[in-house]
């Protein structure tokens, strides 16, 4: 028998790829979709699947669809997605939303004790222990899609308890891996967006760009293998073939490798613990010649210490760092922030919003908010400071 899946951002980077995915195996019957507000794309994959039932977090692009589509049901903002997770009966959600909108149907998903396949990283940063609590209190299954993250799930089937000695990230370093602090000062959203072996969505392509992507996986890490922070490392490797290390007491170290495709880690999760027959093209190490590894530039790239340092203080600090990376993101993508601008507007976030315990996801929801309004100020702010010394966006 066939599982229901409900894949949640279905009209994004991961969500089509794991529409591919799902189109290749016999085990997996889609039931829901959702989608923020590209709600063509989202009837069509409706449409072309059988589904009967989906959900746009924006409420216009939801009615838009209920007009021109009525042989289903259109379910209607962040209510909408989280009723959809609710009532879909799946056997396994994917959460492939960007941000921490991910985390009430996260939160949702784990709470019905249903299997959550997660993409979205942002929801384990910001929900931390209450997320994985959820998911050991109702026995559902924690996932994990990002690849470094599956590909350590995997290596992790040969570690036997109490044998682990550290973990390893790799980070590919970027489009502007190697250039100094200097020479970041005005690099373009365009060259910012150019990843050099990855196609991924927006928000994700500009966190690999200033490594705070590598940070928020750090966290990831930690919460998903219960690893603590000084036994996760990161290494940059350009080339994006070494996935994850896990390193054994006896000094052993293993690697995952593979060339660089989505599609493994999302099956790899999907499947979990079958693997998937896909026709990937194959990694053959002759014919690539070498292995390139450096370590992180702390210094012209300082998200990684930045994402570190929150994570160490811990309550509702990886939140407030999450959510004002979110709005100094979103501005450096409309053109109103710098590229340094955007540690700059995360410090002084963390600064001005002081960290709390976090006693339930309402903690979460209050420091996210106070974090943006606080974000959004500086980047106003660092936008008239550039614009009173006369250079565009410069800080
Ligand atoms: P995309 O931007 O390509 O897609 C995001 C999806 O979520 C779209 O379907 C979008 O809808 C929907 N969405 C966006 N914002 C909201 C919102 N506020 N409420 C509801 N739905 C929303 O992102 P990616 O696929 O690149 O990334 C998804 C997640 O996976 C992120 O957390 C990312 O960090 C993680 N990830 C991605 C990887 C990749 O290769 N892309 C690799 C590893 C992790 P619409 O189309 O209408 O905008
Ligand atoms: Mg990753």
Known sequence: MSRRLLVLGSTGSIGTQAIDVVGRSDDLEIVGLSAHSAWEALVEQAVAHGVRRIALADPDAAARAAEAWTDGEVLSGPDGLVRLVVESGADIVLNALVGSAGLGPTVAALGEGIDLALANK?????????????????????????????????????????????????????????????????????????????????????????????????????????????????????????????????????????????????????????????????????????????????????CLRLARQAAQAGGTAPCILNAANEVAVHAFLEGRLAFLGIPEVIDATLQEVPAGPVEAFESLYEADHAAREAARRIVERLGERAAARGGAGEL
């Open 122 to 302: 942002e929801s384990l940063v910001v929900g931390g222990e209450l997320v994985t609590q959820l998911a050991e209190a109702t026995g559902a299954r924690l996932l994990p899609v990002d690849s470094e993250h599956a590909a350590l799930h995997h290596l992790l089937r040969a570690v036997p308890a109490g044998s682990l000695e550290r973990i390893t990230l790799t980070a590919s370093g970027g489009p502007f891996r190697g250039r100094s602090r200097d020479e970041l000062a005005d690099v373009t959203v365009e060259e910012a967006l150019a990843h050099p072996t990855w196609s991924m969505g927006g928000k994700i392509t500009i966190d690999s760009a200033t490594l705070m992507n590598k940070g928020l996986e750090v966290m990831e890490a930690h919460h998903l293998f219960g690893v603590p922070y000084e036994k996760i490392e990161v290494v940059v490797h350009p080339q994006s073939i070494v996935h994850a290390l896990v390193e054994t007491v006896d000094g052993a170290q293993l690697a995952h490798l593979g060339l660089p495709d989505m599609r493994i880690a999302i099956a790899y999760a999907l499947h979990h613990p079958e693997l998937a027959d896909l026709p990937t093209r194959r990694l053959r190490l002759a014919e690539l010649g070498r292995l390139e590894f450096e370590p992180v530039d702390e210094e012209a790239f300082p």
